[in-house]
């Protein structure tokens, strides 16, 4: 089975997406499905993971609703707020959904992602590290150290690094992210989505020689076990299309790849993580 493991839905006039604006006019309109079915299509891509793009619940409860209709959705990542005293009430309520298949923590819009490292926070963590539940970790590149140390202090959470953690691909910096994603990936329970990163390079000037080395250090330290292929959709039509986006990721994987090793990238890998 072939799956994106990162992709997105949205109806603006839900009013939850405040950083979607005019000055973005490609993202200003609705996706949905429909919009989807034909690039699935063309490449054979039976299921999505879709995932929060709007830090409130309403949005989750939102997407778990479209999933219900929508047979190509195989899991809703969710929002949940571990600042919030009631974040147990709200995640056992969404753990009721079938399709509901774990939360994404957004440390990419804290003002100081050290804040991930308060007892309270950590706490929560080793609750959902306890309990196994998979999480994703929207992260910059040049916040990882709180990652970093973070996952010293939660060595068991089940997580997945979002769109490679946004190395800055358009001026070519990969140091020091290269060094923390080889630290990152020496926690087992940890994997990496190579998604994301168009929108880090030259919107209007990439080749896909640009991403190669960003690439093939994630798939180098993360193994063939601990990687998966995320679109982005639509967010990556402010650089490319979808067609793009999958064509820089297989020009960047090794040519020594089995059909196992391509079929845990682009489906088997999705599965085991978000438990499908």
């Not at 778990?64 to 147990?88: F, K």
Request: with cysteine; net charge negative; glycine share 4%.
């Amino acid at each position: 089975m072939r799956i994106d493991a990162h992709q997105h839905y949205w109806k603006i006039d839900r009013e939850d997406y405040g950083w979607i604006t005019p000055a973005l006019p490609v993202l200003n309109r609705d996706y949905l499905p429909i919009d989807l079915v034909p690039h699935l299509g063309q490449f054979n891509v039976d299921k999505t993971i879709v995932v929060q793009a709007a830090p409130t619940l309403e949005e989750t409860d939102y997407l778990l609703a479209l999933s219900e209709s929508t047979d190509s959705i195989a899991g809703v990542v969710g929002w949940l707020d571990l600042n919030d005293p009631d974040y147990l009430i709200h995640y056992k309520k969404c753990i009721q959904h079938p399709n509901y298949v774990g939360f994404r923590v957004m440390i990419q819009e804290m003002q100081d992602e050290r804040s991930i490292l308060q007892p309270h926070f950590v706490d929560a963590l080793r609750y959902f590290a306890k309990e196994d539940v998979p999480v994703d970790l929207l992260v910059l590149s040049h916040q990882l150290e709180a990652v970093v140390e973070l996952l010293d202090l939660v060595p068991g959470l089940r997580a997945v690094i979002d769109h490679i953690a946004k190395p800055s691909i358009s001026e070519g910096v990969i140091e020091p992210w290269k060094s923390q994603m080889s630290v990152i990936a020496k926690h087992p329970n940890l994997y990496c989505k190579v998604s994301g990163m168009v929108t880090e390079a030259n919107h209007t000037d990439w080749k896909a020689e640009d991403f190669t080395a960003y690439v093939q250090h994630i798939l180098d330290v993360f193994g063939t076990e601990r990687v998966m292929f995320g679109s982005d959709w639509p967010v990556c039509l402010l650089a490319a299309n979808y067609e793009d986006v999958v064509g820089i990721v297989t020009h960047s994987l090794p040519d020594s790849w089995s059909d196992n090793d391509k079929a845990r990238f682009f489906g088997l890998n999705a599965m085991e993580f978000y438990k499908l």
